[in-house]
């Protein structure tokens, strides 16, 4: 089984930043994307950004230019750079990667609990 576990979300005034986090274990062949969602209430989930295994990114244009999308391969982990907060980034952000466990397995993807991001002043 694959586990992801988030950090970094809080409280941070318009105009500010915060670093999100999602690490995997887990029982981990080789991991493919790795994807930032966000859910805000009364909204559909929706993508902020992806970084495929090469390194190739894609970003919502509500957050090109502000939010950073990182990996680590070596940890496992993606991080999510976020400047420039505005109220309407306030969401419960949930990270999801393409893993496959196995050579044989198929991928499957697995995603975080969340964190919430609450930016007010």
């Known amino acids: 089984q694959v586990q992801l576990v988030e950090s970094g979300g809080g409280l941070v005034q318009p105009g500010g930043s915060l670093r999100l986090s999602c690490a995997a274990s887990?029982?981990?062949?080789?991991?493919?994307?790795m994807d930032w969602y966000r859910q805000a209430p009364g909204k559909q989930r929706e993508l902020v950004a992806s970084?495929?295994?090469?390194?190739?990114?894609n970003y919502a244009d509500s957050v090109s230019g502000r939010f950073t999308i990182s990996r680590d391969n070596a940890k496992n982990t993606v991080y999510l750079q976020m400047n420039s907060l505005k109220p309407e980034d306030t969401a419960v952000y949930y990270c999801?990667?393409?893993?496959?466990?196995?050579?044989?397995?198929?991928?499957?993807?697995?995603w975080g609990q969340g964190t919430q991001v609450t930016v007010s002043s």
């Open positions: 999801k990667f393409g893993v496959q466990v196995s050579s044989t397995e198929p991928l499957n993807n697995y």
């Open positions: 970084m495929a295994r090469g390194g190739s990114t």
């Open positions: 887990g029982n981990i062949f080789s991991i493919y994307t």
